[in-house]
């Protein structure tokens, strides 16, 4: 008799011992379930996360007050120094110049076509490829225009960027391609992006860090940018930044259009 107890004691103490760990597993699971919902929530909607960092660039009107912008800067890279020049029309016409010591490239924008000073001297025609790396020296404006010059925007989440603490969103570029854009957590301006390397060679990402930023005319504009393609980096130190003060014959190709050549 007594071991038949002894039986059933073993018994309730092991269908207890289920039931417990049944709770425990199943509490773990609503537990795990709640937190991931949580965490999804309390990320921000790709809207909200880019009204916020155009309002730390200021305020509406004064960014609706830019119409383009001249930049200036002093740049390093793998090969050296040399100097970029660049005027942004906010339209998307680009006057771009760059100033090595053995050289210089003369390209620009019009009407949303590229174009670009061949060996020669001539002008002629460029692809939308080599049209887009042209806009990606626009660094101020692509700050400033991010909604305009990506789309398709949807958020990842919080991660590290280059030690600092983000927002992560995924996006589409004017190609296509796939991109990234990071957002401070304490200042809400956007600190950085990856790219996609239109041209073909080399690593398939480009990381472009923007270290600083200056305050012109009431707007923030990225002053200082460091970018990585592998182990190669280039830096662009702004020492230039000004508003409106382009006029059109600042965009217009060396000659006329119907005097250049197609691109083979």
């Known amino acids: 008799m007594n071991q038949e107890i002894g039986c059933i004691e073993r018994v309730n103490r092991g269908i207890v011992l289920l039931l417990s760990a049944h709770v425990f597993f199943s509490s773990c699971v609503v537990e795990g ?3 991931r919902l949580q965490s999804v ?3 921000p909607a790709p809207t909200e996360i880019l009204e916020a960092a155009e309002r730390a660039m200021g305020t509406e009107s004064a960014r ?3 119409h383009s912008i ?3 800067a002093a740049c390093h890279g793998p090969n050296g120094d040399y100097e970029t020049r660049t005027t ?5 016409n680009l006057s771009f110049q760059q100033f090595f010591p053995d050289r210089r490239n003369i390209a620009g924008i019009l009407d949303g076509r590229g174009w670009q000073l061949g060996q020669n001297g001539r002008p002629e025609w460029i692809d939308a490829t080599e049209t887009s790396v042209l806009r990606g020296h626009e660094f101020s404006l692509i700050a400033l225009d991010l909604r305009k010059r990506f789309h398709d925007f949807k958020t990842i989440g919080r991660t590290q960027f280059e030690g600092q603490p983000a927002n992560r969103i995924a996006m ?3 190609l296509g391609n796939p991109a990234t854009s990071y957002f401070s957590l304490t200042t809400q301006l956007p600190i950085g992006l990856t790219v996609t390397n239109a041209r073909a060679g080399g690593p398939r990402t480009i ?3 923007f270290d600083g930023w200056r305050l012109t005319d009431g707007v923030k504009l990225v002053s200082h940018v460091t970018i990585f393609h592998g182990s190669r980096i280039w830096v662009f130190d702004f020492k230039t930044l000004k508003l409106n003060s382009a006029g059109k014959e600042a965009f217009q ?3 006329t259009p119907t005097a250049l050549t197609e691109r083979k």
């Open 64 to 66: 609706a007050s830019v």
């Open 207 to 209: 990381t472009i860090r």
């Open 172 to 174: 589409t570029d004017e």
């Open 88 to 92: 942004s029309e906010r339209s998307g």
């Open 41 to 43: 929530d309390a990320v």
């Open 33 to 35: 379930q709640t937190s």
């Open 253 to 255: 190709i060396p000659t």
């Open 70 to 72: 001249f930049a200036i």
